[in-house]
């Protein structure tokens, strides 16, 4: 059985690519660049098409389609290329990998492919298809790869917004048969250190932030030991948030990150979103408007389906050194 991770030089990608390889997984990494992570063989593919992959897939094979646009900005910029790389080629590759008889194709979406009910704990089924660049095209590239009747399994995964260090993982991180991993200890990104800096010195100035809904997080290693359940596992044509139980809003991020206690303050929130409201009156539209709406996910299918169970929280995460 060989890994192929589409997309290795990204941010999960080249994560997965790690995690596979430090378990003892034979890993052929795919991407624009030169040079793979350690211990894979790489394949560049310095255009994304069909046509690139015509001899790439082999049977048994098991393929992470973790490339394309995941920036809502990016894809709103060049929408075109957002359903290029995030719904037409994976399709596309689907029929080379079925044609080489490789065993599943693994494809990573987003929660976002569906809005969610408002102040609802959403499951795989809630909600309605997204309509922007970058939800839109995870979507249909979902209903484009499971509508197929075809001898590989496909399977979706929706992870929540993903946190965490992408560091080397020690050697046998990964334990399949209980769907855990382990790993050393890691500084967070310099991005969530960034962070921790502003919202301290901001405490130390007003003890509340602006009121927010809550939001559903999960880390880059509970979702690396999702991906590895799903892949050895014997699913077909399912769906599968991945998520943490917990949820956040800006406030319990604040404490969490500040160790001191801050409050919401919907004062706050109501001028700082003075501005966006008078635009989306006018028109324009402006999704910062939807900071106060609640977006919540379950992982109770993969729970119960695999028995995959996380190990991390956002609060801890945000509380290390």
Not at 48 to 76: E, K, P
Not at 151 to 171: K, M, Q
Not at 215 to 244: H, M, N, Q, T, Y
Request: aromatic letters at 8%; glycine letters at 6%.
């Amino acid at each position: 059985m060989r890994w192929v991770v589409i997309g290795s030089s990204g941010y999960i990608g080249s994560a997965l690519c790690r995690f596979l390889v430090q378990a003892g997984e034979q890993v052929l990494s795919i991407s624009r660049r030169e040079f793979g992570p350690a211990n894979c063989v790489h394949r560049q593919v310095t255009i994304f098409d069909a046509a690139r992959f015509a001899d790439v897939f082999q049977a048994g094979d098991i393929i992470v389609y973790a490339a394309g646009l995941s920036s809502s900005s990016d894809c709103r910029n060049d929408p075109e290329l957002a359903e290029l790389l995030n719904c037409r080629l994976p399709s596309q590759l689907l029929n080379l990998a079925d044609t080489a008889n490789a065993e599943q194709f693994l494809y990573l979406s987003s929660i976002k492919a569906l809005r969610p009910p408002a102040g609802e704990v959403a499951t795989e089924e809630s909600g309605e298809p997204a309509t922007d660049p970058y939800g839109g095209s995870k979507w249909r590239a979902e209903q484009r790869l499971r509508s197929r009747s075809l001898g590989i399994r496909v399977n979706v995964l929706r992870p929540a917004a993903v946190y965490g260090s992408a560091a080397v993982y020690e050697e046998g991180a990964i334990d399949s048969s209980a769907c855990e991993a382990t790993r050393t200890a890691s500084p967070p990104p310099k991005r969530a250190l960034l962070w921790k800096s502003r919202l301290r010195t901001w405490s130390r100035v007003v003890p509340f932030v602006p009121a927010t809904g809550y939001r559903s997080f999960v880390a880059l290693e509970d979702l690396l030991s999702a991906i590895v359940c799903v892949g050895k596992s014997d699913c077909r044509g399912e769906v599968f948030i991945v998520a943490e139980p917990d949820y956040y809003n800006l406030a319990s991020i604040s404490t969490a990150a500040t160790g001191r206690s801050i409050k919401s303050s919907q004062i706050a929130t109501r001028l700082a979103l003075l501005p966006f409201r008078l635009l989306s009156v006018m028109g324009v539209k402006a999704g910062f408007v939807d900071v106060e709406r609640s977006e919540l996910y379950s992982a109770r299918h993969l729970k119960a389906r695999l028995n995959w169970q996380p190990r991390h929280r956002y609060s801890q995460f945000l509380g290390e050194e």
